[in-house]
T-cell receptor, first 112, second 118 residues
Framework: AQSVTQPDIHITVSEGASLELRCNYS??????LFWYVQSPGQGLQLLLK??????LVQGIKGFEAEFKRSQSSFNLRKPSVHWSDAAEYFC??????????FGTGTRLQVFP | GAVVSQHPSWVICKSGTSVKIECRSL??????MFWYRQFPKQSLMLMAT?????????EQGVEKDKFLINHASLTLSTLTVTSAHPEDSSFYIC??????????????FGPGTRLTVL
């Protein structure tokens, strides 16, 4: 069955520190992969997506993610976290662009 | 990015009443819209896929008679929770697909509606 695992429920980092949020997926074929961010009172915002091609994907707000087929992973990274990055982050997988299967999310807390 | 709105943003109702939630794509036409449900500290679970002008497709375990979906136009889909009960209290989120025409469509999400059934 298709599934997405985000092993870290909650991560705390200091402002300016680097960040890596983990995402592992189980999928029968080459998936479409997404990272979304959810802030209170706002809809989920797409940070980046991977469909094919270069396995290192650049997104908005300075985020990037790397697709590693051998590890079934699509980890999200940012070299220097800002306080405004505090939010809930969801990894999602799909076989196209419609039916998304979401992970359980990682809550990011940023300390000054 | 494209904008999707939801109305109301929160609603409190008595048990047994029906509640309608609207989802609008403000600056694009969405042939397909989705309705999700999110419980506290949990992920989004797809409830149904709504296609303009046709019946919605419900995921397994979702009662179609309880969660009525109407997608009458390319910019509006509605979810009606009929005879709501406390267990229906949740955060309901809609999304719409904006077609890029290049095979890389993107799903845009509304801000969600918090439903509390007393």
């Amino acid at each position: 069955a298709q599934s997405v695992t985000q092993p870290d429920i909650h991560i705390t980092v200091s402002e300016g520190a680097s960040l890596e949020l983990r995402c592992n997926y189980s999928y029968g074929a080459t998936p479409y992969l997404f990272w979304y961010v959810q802030s209170p009172g706002q809809g989920l915002q797409l940070l980046l997506k991977y469909f094919s091609g270069d396995t290192l994907v650049q997104g908005i707000k300075g985020f990037e993610a790397e697709f590693k087929r051998s590890q079934s992973s699509f980890n999200l990274r940012k070299p220097s976290v800002h306080w405004s990055d505090a939010a809930e982050y969801f990894c999602a997988v799909s076989h196209n662009t419609d039916k998304l299967i979401f992970g359980t999310g990682t809550r990011l807390q940023v300390f000054p | 990015g494209a904008v999707v709105s939801q109305h109301p943003s929160w609603v409190i109702c008595k048990s047994g009443t029906s509640v309608k939630i609207e989802c609008r794509s403000l600056d694009f036409q969405a042939t397909t819209m989705f309705w999700y449900r999110q419980f506290p500290k949990q992920s989004l679970m797809l409830m149904a896929t709504s296609n303009e002008g046709s019946k919605a497709t419900y995921e397994q375990g979702v009662e179609k008679d309880k969660f009525l979906i109407n997608h009458a136009s390319l910019t509006l889909s509605t979810l009606t929770v009929t005879s709501a009960h406390p267990e229906d209290s949740s955060f309901y989120i809609c999304s719409g697909i904006r077609t890029s025409g290049r095979g890389t469509d993107t799903q845009y999400f509304g801000p969600g509606t918090r439903l509390t059934v007393l």
